[in-house]
């Protein structure tokens, strides 16, 4: 089996289990007694583990290499499942849901994402990443929106003894990777490149913190609490936006060879923010969809293409440190506003994180394009 192979079918395991837990957790939490509150700062704790295993991946994956790496968030997570089917406590909950690493959001972030795209950086050739790093996604978002379709279909227990029995696969497909390292380094601090990852850093630092506004299980609690609307119906939005989202993948690879990487990612995600906003003000819950759904067509065109750039422009040897503090920026900024959102849904409009969040992106759009816009990459991609 070869090394992409084995983490396409990784991702697609593991973003499985994404997507029932992502809409499953915040309804769970608050029929065990959290309000808006409550979920809004769970889900800040959820992103903070996250971070904490994207800073703490790094240095074992250049040392020990890929496999070691990865094999020890697949035991983390096996351990997250078990926690989740012996205690409904919701603090339990939410430390499962941290050191499992559990996506809460449309998009996965985190240490997993980290390591596995510099394994298929290293795997193709820089012409065929885009395009591969395009199905990597597209094959996560398929299998969440899958993951999203049966959240109602099955106790909550039932669903947290897959997410443990597919950790353990996970477990499986990643001893099928390389054991070495590719290579080792000291310090981001000694790269070339170390003064562009920081200014990459901080910009998807922005982006993440707008998107902190908008997650998945945040918008799930929304239309739950503004339309009433059932778990089960969650289930077949979310299942519907998943497969949508994945559609677009398709046309990123292609979009980025006649556009340019840079110019993808922002003309994109700065159409789609439009949409976001406007859900704010979508008089029921049809309208409500129909804008995610148009906003999910266009939003993660970015995200194979914002991977690529930064696998190219910078040396091979610095890719464990560009990928993991890339992330590592995003998520902890992503924190941060969960728990700002949930304040802001209890005490002004459950609406008015759709336009923070839309606002903030379209800033991010503008500040990329103008930072970046004569910036090449190294390889052709």
């Not at 993948?249 to 700065?270: D, I, K, Y």
Request: with cysteine.
């Amino acid at each position: 089996m070869s090394p992409v192979t084995a983490v396409l079918l990784a991702k697609s395991l593991r973003t499985f289990c994404y997507g029932f837990l992502g809409i499953l957790l915040p309804v769970y939490l608050a029929q065990h007694g959290m309000d808006a509150r409550g979920v809004g700062a769970a889900v800040t704790c959820t992103l903070i583990g996250s971070a904490a295993l994207t800073w703490a991946v790094r240095r074992p994956a250049e040392r020990f290499g890929a496999r070691a790496a990865l094999g020890m968030l697949a035991a983390l997570s096996a351990l997250s499942g078990a926690l989740l089917i012996v205690s409904d406590h919701p603090w339990v909950v939410v430390l499962a849901a941290m050191i499992g690493n559990v996506a809460v959001g449309t998009g996965e972030t985190g240490p997993f994402l980290s390591i596995e795209q510099v394994v298929i950086a290293r795997a193709v050739s820089a012409s065929r990443r885009t395009t591969v790093l395009s199905f990597y996604n597209l094959v996560g978002y398929a299998a969440a929106g899958l993951g999203a379709a049966i959240v109602g279909l099955a106790a909550p227990r039932v669903l947290f003894a897959i997410f443990l029995a597919v950790s353990l696969a996970q477990a499986v497909l990643y001893a099928r990777l390389p054991g070495v390292a590719v290579t080792r380094t000291t310090s981001v601090a000694v790269g070339a490149s170390s003064a562009l990852i920081r200014r990459l850093a901080a910009l998807f630092a922005l982006d993440s913190f707008a998107g902190g506004f908008v997650l998945q299980s945040l918008v799930a609690y929304f239309l739950h609490e503004r339309y009433g609307l059932r778990l089960e119906t969650l289930g077949q939005i979310f299942f519907g936006a998943q497969l949508v989202t994945a559609a677009s993948l398709l046309l990123a690879a292609r979009a980025a060879r006649r556009f340019g990487l840079l110019n993808t990612m922002v003309v994109s995600h700065l159409i789609s923010n439009v949409f976001l906003i406007a859900i704010a003000a979508a008089p029921a819950a049809w309208a409500a969809v129909a804008l995610l759904y148009a906003r999910q067509l266009l939003s993660q065109m970015d995200v194979p293409t914002r991977q690529a750039y930064v696998m190219a422009v910078v040396e091979d040897h610095e890719r464990e440190a560009a990928a993991t503090i890339t992330t590592l920026w995003r998520t902890v900024a992503q924190a941060v506003s969960p728990t700002v959102t949930g304040w802001v849904m209890a005490s002004i409009a459950l609406g008015a994180p759709f336009v923070l969040g839309g606002g903030l992106k379209i800033v991010y759009d503008v500040i990329l394009w103008a930072t970046f816009k004569d910036v090449r990459p190294r390889e052709l991609t």
